[in-house]
C-alpha cells in the first residue's frame, strides 16, 4: 500500500524451519559447503524434570487409556517414553471429540476414553465443550490439567490464576465451582504428585456412569515464586468461600487436596469438618467472626456434642472498621462460651499464634477457637514487643508489666501491646497481664492473681461483659476475694468510623480505664 514492492515466496520456503544458512543462500544467492551432520540418537522434546503432568500421563500409559491431547506443553506426553496421548487436533478439541468419541461408541468406550486439557487452554476453548458433555450427558471423563499458568508460550498467567498478565492481582474463576455450575456433578481435585490418589480418581470415575471432571492441580515446576509443598497427610483445611479475604488463597494451589473451599455456606462447613474428623483428620476453618455466627447449630450438635477435636482461626475477631459495623467481631465470645468442649483463645504477636496453631494440631478432643484480628493498628508479625522468654502454655496467662502494683489491667489479643504502650508511655503505676485464655481459666492461677491488687480492670474488645470478665468474676466470688473487678468492653453495637473515635464514644480508649482506677 506504500509502494513499496516486496519479495519473499518467491525465494523462501513456504513450509519448514528458517535456518541461518537457509536465508543466507536465498538471500546472498551463496552455496555453503556442510559437512553431513554426524548420525546421533535422536532426542525429542519431552515434559520437564518434575513436571506435575507427568505422573497423570504414567497413570493413563499403566491402565492403557485412550487420551485425546489438547494444545501446550502437555502435548508433550505424546512422546515417548509416557505415550499416552493418541490424538491431537486443535485447542479444545480433545473435550468435544471425547464428547463425539463416546456418543459414538456408548458402552464400547465405557471406561477406557478420557480427555486431557491444560487449565490455561480450557479458558481458551474448553468451556463450550464440556458444556456439551453436561448438557448432552455423554459418559466422558475430562481430566484438567492445572498447573496454575499458561506454560507452553512463557508463563503467562489466566483467569484461574488470580492474576492479570501485568502480574497485578485480579479475579480467579474457580474451576470446581464452573464445572459444577455446567451441570457436573462428579467433580474432584487430586495432587498429581500423590500417584496412587491418581491411580484412584481416573479409576473411580471412568467406573461411573455419569460424566465427570478430575482437576490435576499441582503448580508448573519451573515457577519460581512457587514452593513446593509435599502433600498433607492428615490435615484438613476448610474455608466457606473468604480465600482471599482471609489471605488464604495460595494453599489452594500448595495443597490442593487438603484444602477445600465450601462457597458462602458456613452450616457446610462446620458440617464437612465434622466428617473429617470423624475420620481421624486434622481439621482448621477459616472464619470471619460474624460469619461463624451461622453456624452455632452444628458447632453444638455436629462437633461439640461427640467432642471432636475441631480447630476454628476465627478473623475480624475485633473491631473491622473498614468493612463496617456487620463485620466487627465483638460477639462471638459472649456465645461461644455457651458450647460446651470449647476453648476459646487469642494470641498477641505471630509467635503466640504458631504455639497456638501447635498447640491445637496435638490436641485429641474438644473445640478449638484462636481470635485473631484484621485492623489498621494490628501488626502479628511485628516482634519488637515480644516476651521472648515467654511459651504458651495450657490455661497459663502472660504478664506482660510486673511492677507488684496496686492496679492492674487483665485483656487479650494484640490490643494488649497498644496497652503497655500508653501504660509506658503516661508513666502509670499499673500491671497489665495478657490472659490469652479466654475461657476455662486455672482457678489456682487467677485467685493468686487477684490476691494481690486492689483493681483489676477486665478489657475486652468485645459486646458484653460475658466473656473474661464472666469467668475471672465467678473465681473471685468463689473464693470470697477483696479485689474490685471492673469490666471495661463496647456497650452498644459499634457502627463505621476511625478506631480511636469508636473507642473514645465507647469508652474504650485508655482515658477511660485511668478513670476506672481513679474512680475506685
Keep these: 500500500s506504500w509502494g513499496i514492492k516486496c519479495i519473499g515466496k518467491e525465494i523462501f520456503t513456504v513450509q519448514g524451519e528458517y535456518s541461518a544458512n537457509m536465508i543466507r543462500k536465498a538471500v546472498l544467492k551463496e552455496d555453503l559447503e556442510l559437512n553431513a551432520a554426524a548420525k546421533v540418537p535422536a532426542r525429542p522434546p519431552i515434559l520437564c524434570p518434575g ?29 515417548a517414553p509416557l505415550a499416552a496421548m493418541d490424538v ?58 492445572d498447573n496454575s499458568i499458561t506454560g507452553m508460550t512463557g508463563h503467562q498467567q489466566n483467569p484461574t490464576t488470580g492474576y492479570n498478565i501485568k502480574g497485578d492481582p485480579a479475579g480467579k474463576i474457580n474451576l470446581e465451582a464452573l464445572c459444577r455450575a455446567m451441570g457436573f456433578n462428579r467433580v474432584r481435585v487430586v495432587d498429581p504428585y500423590d500417584l496412587a490418589a491418581c491411580d484412584q480418581a481416573i479409576k473411580e470415575e471412568l467406573a461411573v456412569d455419569e460424566p465427570s471432571v478430575i482437576i490435576s492441580r499441582r503448580p508448573c515446576a519451573l515457577l519460581k515464586y512457587v514452593k513446593h509443598n509435599k502433600p498433607l497427610k492428615n ?24 484444602y477445600f473451599d465450601v462457597g458462602i455456606c458456613e452450616e457446610h462447613a462446620i458440617s464437612k469438618a465434622s466428617g473429617a474428623c470423624l475420620a481421624n483428620k486434622k481439621v482448621f476453618v477459616l472464619f470471619y467472626s460474624t460469619f461463624l455466627q451461622r453456624s ?30 456487620s463485620h466487627h467481631g ?27 496453631l501447635d498447640w491445637a494440631y496435638h490436641k485429641n478432643n474438644g473445640i478449638n477457637i484462636i481470635r485473631y484480628p484484621t485492623a489498621p493498628f494490628i501488626n502479628l508479625e511485628n516482634e519488637q514487643e515480644t516476651n521472648n522468654n515467654f511459651q504458651i502454655q495450657e490455661k497459663v496467662p502472660e504478664f506482660i508489666i510486673n511492677n507488684h502494683a496496686d492496679y492492674l489491667i487483665i485483656t ?94 465507647q469508652e474504650m480508649d485508655f482515658e477511660a480505664l485511668k478513670k476506672f482506677f481513679t474512680n475506685h
Design 51 to 79: 513436571c506435575p503432568h507427568r505422573s497423570v500421563y504414567s497413570v493413563l500409559n499403566k491402565l492403557k487409556i485412550h487420551a485425546a491431547g489438547d494444545i501446550g506443553c502437555y502435548t508433550l506426553g505424546a512422546v
Design 88 to 145: 491431537t487436533l486443535c485447542m479444545g478439541a480433545s473435550i468435544s471429540s471425547i464428547h463425539g468419541f463416546n456418543k459414538a461408541l456408548g458402552e464400547e468406550s465405557q471406561g477406557k476414553t478420557v480427555a486431557v486439557i491444560g487449565d490455561s487452554t480450557f479458558m481458551h476453548s474448553g468451556m463450550t465443550g464440556l458444556a456439551n458433555i453436561a448438557y448432552n450427558q455423554s459418559n466422558s471423563t475430562v481430566i484438567i490439567l
Design 235 to 258: 490435615i484438613i483445611i476448610i474455608n466457606p468461600a473468604m480465600n482471599i479475604g482471609s489471605g488464604f488463597a495460595k494453599m489452594l494451589t500448595d495443597w490442593p487436596n487438603n
Design 296 to 325: 452455632y447449630d452444628q458447632l453444638i450438635h455436629d462437633c461439640a456434642r461427640l467432642n471432636l477435636n475441631l480447630t476454628i482461626l476465627l478473623d475480624r475477631s475485633d473491631v473491622a472498621c473498614s468493612e463496617g459495623n
Design 330 to 356: 465483638i460477639f462471638d465470645v459472649g456465645y461461644l462460651k455457651t458450647i460446651p468442649n470449647t476453648t476459646i483463645t487469642m494470641p498477641r504477636n505471630f509467635n503466640q499464634l504458631n504455639e497456638l
Design 412 to 505: 487479650y489479643g494484640p490490643y494488649t501491646d497498644v496497652l503497655k504502650q500508653a501504660i509506658i508511655n503516661k508513666n502509670q503505676n499499673i500491671d497489665l497481664i495478657n490472659a490469652i485464655w479466654i475461657n476455662n481459666l486455672d482457678e489456682e492461677i487467677y485467685q493468686d492473681i487477684l490476691k494481690q491488687y486492689k483493681t483489676v480492670v477486665i478489657y475486652e474488645r468485645i459486646y458484653s461483659n460475658l466473656g473474661l470478665f464472666a469467668e475471672i468474676n465467678e473465681i473471685k466470688n468463689k473464693f470470697n476475694l477483696t479485689c474490685k473487678l471492673i469490666p471495661c468492653n463496647y456497650k452498644n453495637f459499634v457502627g463505621f468510623g476511625q478506631l480511636d473515635v469508636i473507642d473514645h464514644n
